[in-house]
Protein backbone atom coordinates (compact mmCIF):
# COMPACT_ATOMS: atom_id res chain seq x y z
CA UNK A 1 0.00 0.00 0.00
CA UNK A 2 1.41 3.80 -0.70
CA UNK A 3 1.83 6.35 1.21
CA UNK A 4 -0.39 8.68 0.93
CA UNK A 5 -0.34 12.25 2.58
CA UNK A 6 -3.47 13.30 4.10
CA UNK A 7 -4.76 16.97 2.76
CA UNK A 8 -4.28 17.97 6.68
CA UNK A 9 -1.57 17.22 8.43
CA UNK A 10 -0.80 17.65 12.57
CA UNK A 11 2.77 18.08 13.80
CA UNK A 12 3.48 15.98 17.01
CA UNK A 13 5.59 16.04 20.00
CA UNK A 14 6.86 13.58 21.91
CA UNK A 15 4.90 13.55 24.99
CA UNK A 16 1.78 13.36 22.71
CA UNK A 17 2.84 10.24 20.71
CA UNK A 18 3.87 8.98 24.28
CA UNK A 19 0.53 9.36 25.72
CA UNK A 20 -1.38 8.08 22.32
CA UNK A 21 0.92 4.82 23.11
CA UNK A 22 0.07 4.91 26.58
CA UNK A 23 -3.23 4.55 26.37
CA UNK A 24 -3.06 2.19 23.75
CA UNK A 25 -4.28 4.22 20.45
CA UNK A 26 -1.54 3.29 18.34
CA UNK A 27 -4.16 1.79 15.71
CA UNK A 28 -5.88 5.22 15.37
CA UNK A 29 -2.15 6.66 14.84
CA UNK A 30 -1.67 4.28 11.96
CA UNK A 31 -4.48 4.37 10.69
CA UNK A 32 -4.65 8.38 10.28
CA UNK A 33 -0.69 8.10 9.52
CA UNK A 34 -0.88 10.00 6.56
CA UNK A 35 -2.38 13.16 8.62
CA UNK A 36 0.91 12.67 10.98
CA UNK A 37 3.99 14.48 10.93
CA UNK A 38 6.93 13.81 13.24
CA UNK A 39 10.05 16.28 13.36
CA UNK A 40 13.14 14.28 13.40
CA UNK A 41 14.25 15.41 16.33
CA UNK A 42 10.78 13.87 18.21
CA UNK A 43 11.33 10.78 16.05
CA UNK A 44 14.72 10.12 18.28
CA UNK A 45 13.30 10.97 21.22
CA UNK A 46 10.14 8.28 21.54
CA UNK A 47 12.07 5.62 18.97
CA UNK A 48 12.81 3.32 21.78
CA UNK A 49 13.73 -0.46 20.85
CA UNK A 50 10.49 -3.09 20.94
CA UNK A 51 7.62 -0.42 21.70
CA UNK A 52 4.79 0.38 19.41
CA UNK A 53 5.72 4.21 18.46
CA UNK A 54 9.47 2.15 17.15
CA UNK A 55 7.63 -0.11 15.05
CA UNK A 56 5.30 2.26 13.60
CA UNK A 57 8.30 4.82 12.99
CA UNK A 58 9.82 2.23 11.75
CA UNK A 59 6.97 0.82 9.21
CA UNK A 60 5.54 4.61 8.20
CA UNK A 61 9.17 6.13 8.11
CA UNK A 62 7.26 8.40 5.42
CA UNK A 63 5.80 10.39 8.53
CA UNK A 64 9.36 11.87 9.74
CA UNK A 65 10.72 14.92 8.43
CA UNK A 66 13.43 17.07 8.58
CA UNK A 67 14.50 20.43 8.61
CA UNK A 68 13.71 22.75 5.66
CA UNK A 69 14.76 26.24 4.44
CA UNK A 70 15.34 28.06 8.09
CA UNK A 71 13.83 25.96 10.12
CA UNK A 72 16.60 24.96 11.78
CA UNK A 73 17.40 29.06 12.73
CA UNK A 74 13.83 29.06 13.83
CA UNK A 75 14.35 25.70 16.30
CA UNK A 76 17.54 27.27 17.67
CA UNK A 77 15.69 30.69 18.51
CA UNK A 78 12.73 28.48 20.32
CA UNK A 79 15.16 26.04 22.08
CA UNK A 80 17.33 28.96 23.37
CA UNK A 81 13.85 29.50 25.52
CA UNK A 82 13.94 27.78 29.59
CA UNK A 83 11.64 25.10 29.57
CA UNK A 84 11.52 24.31 25.99
CA UNK A 85 13.31 20.69 25.24
CA UNK A 86 14.78 19.95 21.94
CA UNK A 87 11.49 17.69 20.72
CA UNK A 88 8.97 20.94 21.22
CA UNK A 89 11.34 23.20 19.91
CA UNK A 90 11.67 21.22 16.74
CA UNK A 91 7.80 20.75 16.60
CA UNK A 92 7.04 24.46 17.33
CA UNK A 93 10.08 25.73 14.91
CA UNK A 94 8.26 23.60 12.40
CA UNK A 95 4.53 24.25 13.05
CA UNK A 96 5.77 28.03 12.83
CA UNK A 97 7.51 27.69 9.19
CA UNK A 98 4.93 25.60 7.80
CA UNK A 99 1.84 27.00 9.40
CA UNK A 100 0.94 23.82 10.40
CA UNK A 101 -1.62 22.46 13.75
CA UNK A 102 0.72 21.04 16.58
CA UNK A 103 -0.45 18.30 18.70
CA UNK A 104 1.50 19.10 21.93
CA UNK A 105 0.65 18.16 25.58
CA UNK A 106 3.19 20.05 27.57
CA UNK A 107 1.59 23.26 29.08
CA UNK A 108 5.02 25.26 28.47
CA UNK A 109 5.32 24.52 24.82
CA UNK A 110 1.65 25.00 23.99
CA UNK A 111 2.05 28.39 25.32
CA UNK A 112 4.96 29.01 23.19
CA UNK A 113 2.94 27.49 20.26
CA UNK A 114 -0.26 29.91 20.56
CA UNK A 115 2.08 33.15 21.42
CA UNK A 116 2.67 32.19 17.57
CA UNK A 117 -0.99 31.71 16.23
CA UNK A 118 -0.34 28.25 15.98
CA UNK A 119 -3.35 26.10 16.85
CA UNK A 120 -2.98 23.33 18.97
CA UNK A 121 -4.43 20.06 19.99
CA UNK A 122 -4.34 17.51 22.69
CA UNK A 123 -3.58 14.06 21.97
CA UNK A 124 -6.85 13.31 23.12
CA UNK A 125 -8.51 15.81 20.28
CA UNK A 126 -6.36 13.38 17.23
CA UNK A 127 -7.94 9.98 18.99
CA UNK A 128 -11.05 11.22 19.38
CA UNK A 129 -11.17 12.76 15.43
CA UNK A 130 -12.13 16.05 16.87
CA UNK A 131 -9.51 17.44 14.55
Same mark, same amino acid.
Given at each position: ?16 ? #? ?72 ? #? ?39
Amino acid at each position: MAFEKSLFQYLFDSSSL #INIERNKKMTILRKRRGEVLIPEKVAAEVNQPNTPLHRFISKFYQVVTQFQNNEEEEYLRVRSQVGIDDGEAAA #IAIAIKRRLPLVIDDKKGKEKAKNHDIQTFAWQDFVKGII
